[in-house]
Nanobody
Framework: QVQLVESGGGLVQAGGSLRLSCAAS????????VGWFRQAPGKEREFVAA????????YYADSVKGRFTISRDNTQNTAYLQMGSLKPEDTAVYYC??????????????????WGQGTQVTVSS
């Protein structure tokens, strides 16, 4: 069993930066792919970024490519989402998720087995 806790959300002006953290419990976290998703009011949850268990391979939604960076520190059981050049349309609740299946991370929320409670990111114009 893995428990995930996100932190680092907040209110930021457009063009600013935030770093989200996803702290995990459980000894097997280092073997799981991690994904970040977000959900804005009235919209479906959407894929943002994902990283393979080794940290070697990363994947991004087109809307955040070049602005966001996903990383992980398996020694600390923590994954990160560094967000830069933030836009008002990035406003959402951000969730981290872990996929216990070995392989390339999925962009589909349904593929993930464990979820955090989410952290609010609000970007003002």
């Amino acid at each position: 069993q893995v428990q995930l806790v996100e932190s680092g959300g907040g209110l930021v002006q457009a063009g600013g930066s935030l770093r989200l953290s996803c702290a995990a419990s459980g000894r097997t976290f280092s073997m799981y792919a991690v994904g970040w998703f977000r959900q804005a009011p009235g919209k479906e949850r959407e894929f943002v970024a994902a990283i393979r268990w080794s940290g070697v391979n990363t994947y991004y939604a087109d809307s955040v490519k070049g602005r966001f960076t996903i990383s992980r520190d398996n020694t600390q059981n923590t994954a990160y989402l560094q967000m830069g050049s933030l836009k008002p349309e990035d406003t959402a609740v951000y969730y981290c998720a872990a996929d216990r299946k070995f392989g390339s991370p999925s962009t589909s929320a349904g593929a993930y087995d464990y979820w955090g409670q989410g952290t609010q990111v609000t970007v003002s114009s």
